[in-house]
Each structure stands twice: as C-alpha cells, then as structure tokens.
C-alpha cells in the first residue's frame, strides 16, 4: 500500500515526458534531419518570442503589481499558518535559502558579461559610449531585480497560503482547487502538477546546463589544458550529480541549509574582493546612479516592445523576454522551495523580505561585477568584449579576474568553489521541490523519488549542452514557460478568492472588544 502511494500519476507522466525528452535531444541532425531538438526548440522559440512577447512582458509585469498591492493591502498583516505559527528559520538563513535556490548560479554566470555584452550590443544606441554604459547597467537591473522576485514571490504566497493557511497538500494544482467544479478537480490538479514539475526540471536543468559551461570555462582559464568543450562539461556534470545526490540524503534542515549559507558566505567574500580589487569608488557611484535610473525607466522598460524598430526588438526577444521565460520556468521550483521554508510569516513581510533583500543583492553584485568590466574596457583598456564574444559569455568573470593580475587567479578558484556550491544547491533543492510535487506535496518526500529527479534534471542539462549549448538552454526556457503562465494567472485569481473570505483585522478588534463588553456586563 506504501508504495502505491508514492508512486503517483503525476511522477509517472511527467517522468516518461521529461525522459522522451532527453530521448529526443541525443539524435543530432544527422540522423533525424530538421526534426532534431534544436531545430525544432528555437523556431517555436521564434515565434513564441515574436508573437506572444508582448504577453510575458505584460505578465511579469502585472504580478510585480499584484504584489505591491498585497504588501499594501488588508491582508499583509494575515500569517501564513495559524496566527500563533511563528518562523522556522531566522532571517539571515532565510535570505540565504531565497539567493540560492532563486539565482544563485545565474548571477555567477552573467554577473560581468551580461553588462559588458549589453554595452557593446545596447537595447537601442546612445549617443555616447558613456550612455550604452548606462543603458547597460538600467537593463541588467532590469532583468535581475523585482520582475523576477515578484513572479517567484506570488507562486511562493500562493502554495504557502494554501498548504500552511488552509492545511492543504503542498503542491501547485492545490493552489487552484477551489476554482474547479469538483468533477473535474483532480484531472485539472495532476494537470497543473504535471506542468509545473516539467516547468521545473526544464528551467532547473537550463541553470545547471549554464553552471556546468562555466565551471569548465574556468577551469581551461586557470588550466589551459582542460579543453572547454562538451564532454569537460558532462564530466563536471556527472561530479556534481554525484556530490548533491549525496546533499539530498542528508535531508532541509542539513544539506541545503548547511549549503546556503556556505554560499552567501562565499558570495559576500567574492564581492567584497572584487570590489576591493577593482574600482571601488567607481563602483558605488555606479551603483547609486543606477539604481536612480532604474527606479525612474522602471514602467518604461517594463511595457517595452520596440513595436516600430525590428533590431531592438530581436534584442527584446533575446535577453528580457528570455529572462521572464526563464524565471516562469523557475518559479514553481523556487516558488515551492521559497513557501516550504517559509511557514508563519505573514504576507507582507513574506512579500517586502523577497522583493527588497534578494534584489538589492543582485544590484550590488551587477554593479561590482558588471561596473567592473565595463570599467575594464572602457577605461583600462581590456577589450574583455573579445573573450566573451569569442569564447562565449561563460568566461567573463574569469576575463575580468584576469587583469587583477596574481590576486585574479585568487578569486578564479574561489568563483569556480561557489558555482560548484551553486549547482549543488539548486540541483539539490530542486529534487526536493520535484519530490514534493511529485508525491502528493509531502513535506519529506520519498528518497528514491528525489534520487529519481536528480538523474532526470542532469541529463536534461547534459542533453540541452550536446544538443546547442546556450541556445539549446534558452529556447527549452521559453517553451516550458509560456503553458506556465496561465496557471500561475490561475493561481492569483484563487488566492484572491481564498483572501476575501478572511476576516478583517479591524473586524477581529470589534469582535474583541464586544466580547471584552459582554464580559463585563455579565
């Protein structure tokens, strides 16, 4: 009996999905012609991108409103469990857990070369180098700091409410329940389950697929002798597989949490060197500019679709669309992960905590990593664009290491030590959440179900890699997102209705009070 209960419809028809999947993507071209994975991933890439990019752009930008109004609302002050509940985890290992299964090996991967391609590649030209510098940095914010917060947080309330608030099981059809007639309920739960674990292990396997390139990108910069190709990369592939497969047996309270705050820890020492090491007072006149004009473009880039100009809007299609693809994707692994960890907050410290800290990081890291390099080209004669471009985005961080002289090399083991941390991490919390969802929302789900997950998201990464690299990595990104959006859509609308059924604050006074009246008469 124990053992049917664990294997469920949803496991098994979003693991055969997943595993034809992989299936699919290790024929090349040769032998399958234009039917192969990449061929057919980025023209359905294309035109999920030119035809329906005006909807991811007005999506992620209405649930960073959604969850402004909350935070605001009557119903910031409701706790997600009962009101005696109180946290699990204290804020620092909070914050710890939030960086790392949110975008930790992402903000390695494209924290110098994401600036430094938007400098010479603008969104649209400035007059002066000095104003594409500018553009560059508004747009790395842009794409790293509340859109994506705002997507992970509004999944994040929505399971937390309903597992912790309502005692329901822990998974995303759940959330919408109460929107379906009950004939159809479980059909349309294990549907949006379903959805959202290959959304997961998608978007998951796209990180590891990133860290893995930069792991060996690095390696061949301190080695010139470890070739950065493929099967450096499947090998990193299969050690790290190895290493958080060992990190999943240990259980939340151990692995992950031990891992996360090794991470933030290495993280801060990382960013504390390079901004020591490069141009400091540069940096933070960077950072404070920056922040300004983000704050300022901020509902300009949000509605942006270059409607009228074809090359800006290919530049659109491939880093902000892109981006709001992928955090969708990742949203229903972090949005799970973020609701599990965070039992007896309330809503608007839930939602303010997710919004500000994490993104204040990430502008902080941008702008040292980031106001570095384009420091480094455009001031110090670098010409760091040439690596990156040649070589691929991967070796930015070791580009920009490099003109640190012997102190560079330094911080190239230490970066390659975190992104390895990274992926143990994610790919970690990643089998759990995938466990969770795929075992009825057991908080502590089966061992063997996560062992399961662990090899499926790592063949996907290594699949994605053989198949087209980055390319292979964003297109996969934008397909799994778009079903995606709509159940997250979904999910709000229940949300909201769950909410107006609670009780006012100033409505649990009155009645306080009356009975405290009644009392006294008596």
């Known amino acids: 009996m124990e053992r049917k209960s664990r294997v469920t419809t949803v496991f098994?028809?979003?693991?055969?999905?997943?595993?034809?999947?992989?299936?699919?993507?290790?024929?090349?071209?040769?032998?399958?012609?234009?039917?192969?994975?990449?061929?057919?991933?980025s023209k359905l890439q294309g035109w999920l991108s030119n035809g329906m990019g005006w909807f991811y752009l007005l999506s992620a930008t209405g649930f960073l409103l959604?969850?402004?109004f909350l935070i605001f609302s009557r119903y910031g002050s409701i706790r997600l469990g009962k009101d005696s509940d109180r946290p699990e985890f204290g804020y620092l290992t909070w914050f710890a857990m939030l960086f790392s299964a949110g975008m930790g090996i992402g903000l390695i991967f494209w924290g110098a070369a994401e600036p430094?391609?938007?400098?010479?590649?603008?969104?649209?030209?400035?007059?002066?180098p000095e104003g594409d510098a500018r553009t560059a940095m508004r747009y790395a914010f842009f794409h790293w700091g509340f859109h994506p917060w705002a997507i992970y947080a509004m999944i994040a309330l929505a399971i937390a409410y309903s597992t912790f608030r309502k005692g329901r099981p822990a998974t995303i059809g759940e959330t919408i329940g109460s929107l379906v007639h009950n004939r159809y309920e479980k059909p349309v739960k294990q549907t949006v389950d379903i959805l959202a674990v290959i959304a997961t292990a998608f978007g998951v396997a796209t990180s590891l697929g990133f860290g893995a390139q930069q792991i060996a990108g690095g390696l061949h910069y301190l080695i010139p002798g470890v070739p950065n190709a493929f099967m450096t990369q499947l090998i990193i592939i299969v050690v790290v597989t190895v290493l958080y497969m060992i990190s999943a047996s240990t259980g939340l309270d151990k692995g992950i949490r031990i891992l996360s705050n090794t991470n933030i820890f290495l993280a801060i020492v990382l960013l504390v060197a390079t901004m020591i090491a490069g141009p400091s007072a540069f940096i933070f006149d960077l950072l404070t500019q920056t922040i300004g004009t983000y704050?300022?473009?901020?509902?300009?880039?949000?509605?942006?679709?270059?409607?009228?100009?074809?090359?800006?809007?290919?530049w659109i299609n491939g880093w902000t669309i892109f981006y709001w693809a992928w955090w969708i994707s990742w949203?229903?692994?972090?949005?799970?992960?973020?609701?599990?960890?965070?039992?007896?907050?309330?809503?608007?410290?839930?939602?303010?905590?997710?919004?500000?800290?994490?993104?204040?990081?990430?502008?902080?890291?941008?702008?040292?990593?980031?106001?570095?390099?384009?420091?480094?080209?455009?001031?110090?004669?670098a010409n760091l664009i040439d690596e990156v471009t040649n070589i691929g985005a991967e070796v930015g961080l070791f580009a920009l290491f490099d003109t640190f002289g012997g102190f560079g090399t330094v911080l190239s083991i230490v970066a390659i030590f975190l992104i390895s941390t990274f992926f143990i991490t994610s790919a970690d919390s990643a089998t759990y959440v995938l466990g969770m969802l795929t075992s009825n929302g057991k908080l502590v789900p089966p061992m063997r179900i996560k062992m399961t997950w662990g090899i499926i998201q790592s063949s996907i990464a290594a699949v994605l890699l053989y198949a087209g690299g980055l390319g292979a990595l964003q297109a996969v990104a934008i397909l799994v997102a778009f079903p995606f959006i709509f159940v997250l859509v979904f999910m709000i609308v229940a949300l909201f209705r769950d909410l107006a059924d609670e009780p006012d604050e100033r409505d649990k006074w009155l009645e306080l009070q009356k009975r405290e009246d009644d009392d006294q008469l008596g």
Not at 345 to 354: A, H, K, N, P
């Open 295 to 314: 704050l300022q473009q901020l509902p300009a880039m949000s509605f942006r679709t270059a409607a009228f100009q074809p090359a800006e809007r290919e």
């Open 116 to 128: 430094l391609l938007h400098f010479h590649s603008p969104p649209f030209s400035a007059p002066t």
């Open 66 to 68: 959604v969850a402004i």
């Open 12 to 41: 098994t028809v979003s693991t055969i999905v997943t595993v034809l999947f992989t299936i699919w993507g290790i024929f090349p071209e040769s032998v399958i012609g234009d039917a192969n994975l990449l061929n057919v991933t």
């Open 331 to 381: 949203s229903p692994f972090v949005g799970t992960f973020i609701a599990r960890v965070s039992k007896g907050r309330t809503i608007r410290e839930f939602i303010i905590g997710i919004l500000l800290v994490p993104t204040s990081f990430g502008v902080l890291w941008f702008s040292v990593f980031g106001g570095s390099a384009i420091w480094a080209d455009l001031f110090g004669g």
